[in-house]
């Protein structure tokens, strides 16, 4: 009999069966149901795409900072803040060895440092010649860049003192100078001063900054202040702390004993600057992260104007099957089963174009990581969350056309030609 | 079954046996477009027992299609009483009415409304979808519904397979799949020629013979009126004539003695030769 209530008993339609016959009625427009989903196929593939890309930006940035140490503290003159007519660390002379030998001696933090002195330099081995970096150093910081020596032997510390025409050289440069021939023994002239060859780095590659670091000639530092560049300060001090929680608590220490040796008053700005491998590392993955949330979001837009297409076709088609929905609740549809049956397709076709946009986001970072040899990172996070906004998508869009379909009146829609 | 209620005495159709399963008690309906309020209905009092074929006539305007929606469950009235199989439904909720749509009653329709690129046994299967019935029980029931309207080796055609009077047959068997109460047929033969309009009422004859299927039809026209036992007339919202049908006709004896169309053409090519 009648009574109410009776039906909250019963399982009412079963949710496979909707699943059923909404694959059945996109599957009837297969061509508009393709073009449907290709705007959330599109949406996703580009997320996916460039959250890879982004995270394979990150890794790179990652690897690039691990390379220079995770202990490594940077000690560059000129100020850290912009604004002002301030100086570069180029011009600014106030930084010397002293004050590097002072950090080595009275910050029990660092254990090692090496200087450096920059220049540009023009060099040339018989009718080869190339326009480079040399940087004038000591022999410790191959050690604390970790950085080998494939051919031949870095330069000694008496080359330094005796400020000795000899020189290291990074991969590019050898390879634009010697191609194939071996390096070591030759010589070759830097500006117009001869330099023997004692020795060829590994190849370290890209920096995090993105400039080729094997673009580079590593001679004694007192070598380049006196015969290349003719000062006598230096611009940077790469220092190593003894650990890397270390590094950060050195730079206080250092700060105090440079401005002190410096005589900075209080107040005054530093004519110095003081960062550590984790401060950059913390700084450009922060950046990587903004890039790939802005491409991520930008890429998202395309997701909801997938999902306005989905909209506007689930639109049509409750125009179109008005009297399917008629007959529908003729035989007993409620309207929750009506709603049901049109949100489950809207979710449908968004997680079809989810899928489908999830295999192609794939493909298009392998496709990107083989011909632009970029690292691409295939994160489950950036999928998950794909596959969970293309849901979202779906009952967001689907569910004012659904609500529509489920309030028709079903004596007109039966009438409705 | 209900108690048949003493209050309210049979109208002119009293002699078929069982209950009344369709009551109605000063119905009215009130269209309120605003301007003007349209009277459809205006207090009609009818009761309709089991197993009983009635024919609902009338012009078009006299009310009788807003009669079939309150009957189907499909429109609520605005004042009066229904009592469908003993229950008051006249002010139950939406949800309550799709119950009772599903349950109570079957629809055929003019237009036949079959769902198209679907197949006839799941065009007959729709009701029992909503009724809750697992998928095996659904085709059993369904190819059981296609079998009583002699359509059983058409179950995997499509609409557009299938002529109008089996199209129409196929409707029939999706009004019987859950078992209703009462079938309500809207013009069931309106765009049929008119032996297959024969070969239709045949069916709702023997459904309402063999099965005491009670069934309540709409028609414009006099002639399928006289399948039925009964008529109720309409006109200006009003029940103007509950009359029993004399020298009923019965479809079967009819069918035999009606030419098929393609041998009416030929004879007209005799004829002419």
């Known amino acids: 009999m009648l009574c109410p209530g009776r039906h909250k008993k019963e399982a009412g339609v079963d949710f496979w069966n909707t699943v059923r016959l909404a694959f059945r009625a996109l599957a009837r427009n297969k061509l508009r149901s393709s073009l449907t989903m290709l705007g959330i196929i599109i949406g996703v593939g580009a997320v996916i795409a460039t959250v890879s890309i982004g995270q394979g930006a990150e890794y790179l940035v990652q690897q690039g900072i691990q390379s220079m140490g995770t202990n490594a503290v940077f000690i560059s003159a000129g100020s850290s803040r912009p604004g002002g007519a301030r100086l ?14 002072a950090i080595l001696r009275e910050v029990s933090l660092i254990r090692e440092a090496a200087p450096a002195v920059i220049s540009r330099v023009q060099v040339v081995y018989q009718n080869q010649n190339w326009n480079t970096t040399i940087q004038g150093t000591t022999p410790n910081f191959f050690g604390i860049r970790n950085w080998p020596v494939q051919a031949g032997s870095a330069f000694g510390d008496e080359e330094v003192d005796s400020a000795a025409d000899v020189c290291v050289l990074g991969t590019t440069v050898a390879g634009y100078l010697f191609g194939t021939e071996s390096a070591v023994g030759k010589q070759i002239r830097i500006g117009n001063l001869p330099f023997r060859v004692v020795g060829v780095l590994e190849s370290k590659g890209q920096s995090v900054m993105g400039d080729d670091q094997d673009d580079r000639i590593f001679a004694p530092y007192t070598t380049v202040q006196r015969k290349i560049s003719g000062i006598t300060w230096i611009q940077f001090i790469n220092a190593s702390a003894i650990s890397p929680e270390a590094s950060n608590a050195a730079v206080p220490q250092i700060t105090a004993l440079l401005r002190e040796r410096h005589h900075i008053h209080q107040g ?31 890429a998202s837009v395309s997701l909801i104007v997938g999902g306005i297409g989905i909209m506007n076709i689930m639109l049509v088609s409750v125009t179109e099957r008005t009297r399917e929905i008629g007959v529908r609740m003729a035989v007993g549809a409620t309207e929750a089963d009506v709603q049901r049956q049109f949100l489950v397709e809207a979710v449908t076709l968004s997680m079809l174009g989810g899928a489908v946009g999830i295999i192609a986001g794939l493909g ?27 849901a979202a998508v779906g009952v967001f869009f689907g569910f004012y056309p659904a609500r529509k379909a489920a309030q028709l009146d079903p004596i007109e829609a039966l009438r409705y030609e | 079954m209900d108690q048949p209620s003493t209050a309210t005495i049979a109208t002119a159709a009293a002699t078929t046996d069982g209950s009344p399963v369709i009551r109605l008690e000063a119905v009215h309906k009130t269209y309120d477009l605003g301007e003007i309020q349209v009277h459809a209905l205006r207090g009609v009092t009818l009761q309709i027992r089991a197993r009983e074929f009635v024919a609902v006539m009338g012009a078009s305007g006299s009310g009788k299609s807003t009669l079939m929606n309150i009957l189907g469950c499909l429109d609520r009235p605005t004042r009066g009483q229904y009592f469908l199989d003993g229950t008051d439904v006249s002010q139950r909720s939406k949800v309550e009415l799709a119950r009772i749509r599903n349950r109570k009653l079957g629809f055929v329709f003019q237009q036949f409304n079959l769902l198209a690129r679907t197949s006839a046994l799941e065009n007959v299967e729709l009701p029992t979808v909503y009724a809750g019935i697992t998928p095996q029980e659904r085709e059993h029931r369904a190819q059981e519904a296609l079998e009583r309207v002699g ?12 002529s109008g009077g089996q199209q129409q047959r196929v409707a029939i068997a999706r009004a019987l799949v859950n078992r209703p109460a009462i079938l309500l047929a809207d013009e069931p033969t309106g765009n049929l020629d008119s032996r297959t309009a024969v070969e239709i009422m045949d069916i709702l004859q023997r459904l309402n013979e063999e099965q005491g299927l009670t069934v309540v039809l709409v028609t414009h026209e006099n002639d399928i009126a006289q399948y039925t036992e009964r008529t109720l007339e309409f006109r200006d919202g009003k029940l103007r004539q509950d009359a029993r049908v004399r020298n009923r006709l019965i479809a079967r004896e009819v069918l035999p003695t009606l030419p098929s169309l393609d041998e009416e053409d030929a004879e007209d090519a005799a004829s002419s030769a």
């Open chain 1, 364 to 390: 298009g970072s392998a496709l990107i990581s083989n011909f632009l040899s970029w690292p691409t990172l295939i994160s489950a996070k950036a999928i998950v969350a794909a596959a969970i906004f293309s």
């Open chain 2, 151 to 162: 359509l059983a080796d058409r179950a995997e055609h499509y609409p557009s397979q299938l």
């Open chain 1, 268 to 298: 005054d700005d530093d004519d110095f600057f003081v960062r550590t491998q984790s401060e950059v590392a913390d700084l450009a993955a922060q950046t990587q992260q903004v890039m790939t949330l802005l491409l991520g979001s930008i």
């Open chain 1, 88 to 101: 570069g660390s180029w011009a600014v002379k106030t930084l010397t060895i002293d004050d590097m030998n």
